[in-house]
């Protein structure tokens, strides 16, 4: 209770920080885009970890204020770098199940878009496998009119929940990302590297793009090559970073 309310106040104060790590082109070493996660520094309890703060916003409904700041941080900050004559990268943002259903994201996500001016098709959405188990008919619904904003859907964790094949072929998903899991024994592991190849030609035949998460080691990376997988991010590249040390990056591979 002491926590949740520090958290009340620290969104209230804007205390909460969106900190950005890199997504490459696996085939190009390009930085195409980032994954947006939140850190939060409270003045007396020091660094508290999403781990801990983000299912305490989701149970407590602070969830909703959090997620409606880092969309708009996004957007703005995008727009911002857009506005520099910076490379268009895509900015990929968690979406909680609560937030996603709840039937208004919709509308939130079109309102902060027209807001900022940022364009639709750089704004990603991370929806975890685990919000799919809602009712069926209304993900699908909810994705097709998310879809229909033109920003992009991304299936988050992939692996660890119990999606079946059928209905992950009536989703209009654009991008898979592979659980760091199934990354991290890939090359002590031949299960797994089988399973990670399994992801990644999945993903391919549902005409998806696909991401590794969670990549360490070089050796990792070579294999994720020869299986085509398309993105990866991970520590092997970058942690994430604040937003003036991400666009240091971006502005080092002009
Ligand atoms: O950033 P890692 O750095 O520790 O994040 C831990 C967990 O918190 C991850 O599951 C991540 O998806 C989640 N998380 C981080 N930022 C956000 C956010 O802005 N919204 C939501 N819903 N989850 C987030
Ligand atoms: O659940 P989600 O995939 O949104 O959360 C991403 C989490 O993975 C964050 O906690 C982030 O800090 C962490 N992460 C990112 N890259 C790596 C990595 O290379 N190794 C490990 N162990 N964790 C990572
Ligand atoms: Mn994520
Ligand atoms: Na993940």
């Not at 988050?156 to 998903?173: C, K, N």
Request: charged share 20%.
């Amino acid at each position: 209770l002491v926590l949740e309310s520090r958290l009340r106040q620290a969104i209230k104060k804007q205390q909460l920080r969106c900190y950005y790590q890199p997504q490459l082109d696996i085939k190009t070493g390009s930085i195409i885009g980032a994954e947006l996660l939140l850190r939060w520094q409270d003045p007396e309890l020091g660094f508290i970890s999403p781990d801990l703060f983000i299912p305490l916003a989701e149970s407590s409904g602070l969830i909703h204020l959090i997620g409606q700041q880092v969309l708009q941080q996004a957007c703005i900050q995008g727009q911002a770098w857009l506005n520099e004559g910076l490379p268009p990268i895509t900015l990929a943002v968690n979406v909680s199940v609560q937030q996603f259903g709840r039937g208004d994201l919709e509308q939130q996500v079109k309102m902060v878009l027209a807001e900022s001016g940022f364009p639709a098709r750089l704004l990603e959405l991370e929806v975890t496998e685990s919000a799919l188990m809602l009712d069926e008919e209304k993900v699908v619904l909810t994705m097709q009119q998310l879809r229909e904003t033109g920003v992009r859907l991304a299936i988050d964790d992939f692996g660890t929940g119990y999606s079946s094949l059928a209905y992950l072929q009536r989703l209009p998903l654009d991008i898979l990302k592979v659980d760091r899991r199934f990354i991290a024994n890939m090359t002590a592991n031949t299960d797994d590297r089988q399973i990670a190849k399994a992801i990644i030609e999945l993903g391919h035949t549902l005409r998806f793009e696909v991401l590794a998460e969670g990549v360490e080691t070089a050796e990792q990376l070579a294999l994720l090559q020869e299986m085509a997988c398309d993105y990866y991010q991970g520590y092997y590249f970058s942690k994430a970073v604040p937003a003036e040390e991400f666009r240091r990056l971006l502005l080092q591979q002009q």
